[in-house]
């Protein structure tokens, strides 16, 4: 079965310091894999993904995110938080089934920048 | 391109009522997609719609519902109401384009049942 783990509900961080919220996959294929974010009473925007190619994936807002394969692993980062990055962060995989794909959220971490 | 639209942005209903939320997916857009958001259970999968059919359906009672209409707009129902059912209800849109498909969401609904 295709899932997602966040294995971190919160993260704190002054604000300045570099940023990173963890996120691991399971899937059976070629993992597909994104990262989504939330704010208070909003929807979710999309950050990156990862589909091939380099490891390093850069997105918005100054977010990257590195893909390893070996650990099965796609960590979001940022290397200078900012107290405007704070917000609720979901890890996705996207597994085709059939025809179609379907997507897989993670539980959410919540990340707090703190001045 | 403006992005997807979800209409009503809050509502309140009381148990046993039924509710019908729009969702407008960016122009274009051929998928749409469904999730309850709540505290305790995080994003869960509603249903898919992709040209007017249902393709792919999530671990929901027959109480919730959806359609999508020829111009790619989608609706959800749910019927009898239940306390439970208050959450943000998340509607996605994405351009099946293969390996390249991303999901663009909606900034949701909130439903509120007493």
């Known amino acids: 079965a295709q899932s997602v783990a966040q294995p971190e509900d919160q993260v704190n961080v002054a604000e300045g310091n570099p940023l990173t919220v963890k996120c691991t996959y399971s899937?059976?294929?070629?993992?597909?894999l994104f990262w989504y974010v939330q704010y208070p009473n909003r929807g979710l925007q999309f950050l990156l993904k990862?589909?091939?190619?380099?490891?390093l994936v850069k997105g918005s807002y100054g977010f990257e995110a590195e893909f390893n394969k070996s650990q099965t692993s796609f960590h979001l980062k940022k290397p200078s938080a900012l107290v405007s990055d704070s917000a609720l962060y979901f890890c996705?995989?996207?597994?085709?089934?059939?025809?179609?794909?379907?997507?897989?959220f993670g539980s959410g971490t919540k990340l707090n920048v703190k001045p | 391109k403006a992005g997807v639209t979800q209409t009503p942005r809050y509502l309140i209903k009381t148990r046993g009522q039924q509710v019908t939320l729009s969702c407008s997916p960016i122009?274009?857009?051929?998928?749409v997609s469904w999730y309850q958001q709540t505290p305790g259970q995080g994003l869960q999968f509603l249903f898919e719609?992709?040209?007017?059919?249902?393709?792919n359906k999530g671990n929901f009672p027959g109480r919730f519902s959806g359609r999508q209409f020829s111009n790619s707009r989608s609706e959800m129902n749910v019927s009898t109401l239940e306390l439970g059912d208050s959450a943000l209800y998340l509607c996605?849109?994405?351009?099946?384009?293969?390996?390249?498909?991303?999901?663009?969401f909606g900034p949701g609904t909130r439903l509120l049942v007493l």
């Open positions: 990862y589909i091939t190619g380099d490891n």
């Open positions: 122009s274009g857009h051929r998928s």
């Open positions: 996705a995989v996207r597994d085709q089934v059939g025809n179609f794909n379907k997507f897989y």
């Open positions: 996605a849109s994405s351009l099946v384009v293969g390996p390249e498909e991303t999901q663009y």
């Open positions: 899937v059976s294929g070629n993992p597909y």
């Open positions: 719609y992709f040209s007017e059919t249902q393709r």
